[in-house]
């Protein structure tokens, strides 16, 4: 007999992923599924484990991927096939989110909820802007509306002589970019004057965000010629006049920049996080994903040496070996007997996480180099290397220790496979205004050529900045008919965001 399942209502907080809340990640660590919504940030679905089922179920203005009843029947599908369920929902998902309506449904259909509250945009998008949403002296109060896309629908239920005599309060408007100049309409008609501070945040908490400062009496002008877009709020209230004396314009070198990464997520969060710091808003669309492989073969064999070399150029070796080492009940002081060779910063810092320096690291972090430095430094007649690897790695170290004499051992830990884009990241994909793209190796250029198909992709690259990490990974992209804007310096995932900062200040200048 199946468990019946349980569903979290998650607010995800209105964009950055970082407003998450700690309930809401320990949720989320423990569920099996998730049901997510367009305005999620993509980087809290694709660092979950690949165990965990997506389902998109996101809205966009005059677009519906599932309607709300086949959201209701989706969840309690899900609870009854015995699912813990994350329902990510942009913001608060009481707060003009309809999480009401699906937790009223699932309780009535014996389903156990839980619901974890999020940062709804009518305060992180108002702090983020600079504007307070109460301040002693101008605003007492705060009211939250929604001015819902279809016009009169939702209108016609809001309190206008209320509102309209407002005073020494805040209103916050949601979901309101086309009937704005219908609501600045209604409320000076109303009587509130035409000089009252206004202001509409577009994309509130994301890197790309813009705010409009006005005038009741202009705001919808403005937001007119400014050509914004959904997300976005309105502010009414003397409180927007405070945004000055608050909010400090730092010079982000990517501010207003669109930054796709194509690094698997669970390796990305850290990069992520520094291409945020630098103002970008970042897009996480992995092409590739990976997980670990046992070779029972190259196992046994492995576990016969006494001693040799261990070489890993990256990080994802590292951690699958040592996965692997440790399942099957490997002892480190076996480790002891071996020499290690690496490649990259992010390698050695891995390495340094079980507690292992690195004893050789070439001058340049490619293969090629690995290979020659390690051969002409070193005698390797019968000396043991095990070449620590996933299944695309090319065979440049095993054939040049080879022919220097060496016992190679290419030991398979992890397989390299394209990722799959659910609907919400195929949507993103499209919607989005992408300033520049980031390969991190050649299977993430391959993974993506993979996913949108050749024609596709050659009309995206000639069309978007393309950061390479390499020369190898800028070869492969040549020979998908691409050309890189701009190749790292440094190899690394650092190098790339270094290229990514260098790349648009000379496009400035």
Known sequence: MTTIGKVFLIGAGPGDPGLITVKAKEALAGCDAVVYDRLVSLELVVTLPRRVKRYYAGKSAGKHSLKQSQINELLLKLAKEGHTIARLKGGDPFVFGRGGEEAVFLRGNGIDVEVIPGVTAGIAGLAYAGIPLTHRGKSAYAIF??????????????????????EKGTIVGYMGVKTLPEVTERLIAGGMDEETPAAVIERG?????????????????????????????????EVVELRDSIIVEEDKPLAGKTIMVTRPGGQAAEIYHKLRKLGAEVLALPTIATEGYLDNEGWKRFERLRGGWLIFTSENGVKYFFQGFLREGGDFRRIAKFSIASIGAGTEKALKQYGFKTDFVPSKYTVNTLAEELTSEYEWKGVNAVRVRGNLGDDIIEAALEKAGAKVLPLEVYLTFTAEWDEGMRAAFAEAEIDAVTFSSGSTVAGLVEILGEAEFQCFIESTAVISIGPVTSDILRQAGGEPAIEAKVHTMEGVIDAVVEYFREDKE
Request: glycine share 14%.
């Open 205 to 237: 908490t994301l890197g790309n965000q813009s705010v409009i400062i006005g005038k009741l009496g202009n705001i919808a002008l403005k937001a007119g010629e400014a050509g914004v877009k959904p997300p976005a709020l309105f502010v009414i209230g």
């Open 145 to 166: 509306i929604t001015a819902h896309e279809a016009p009169g629908k939702e209108l016609s239920d809001l309190p206008w002589e209320l509102l309209s005599g407002a």
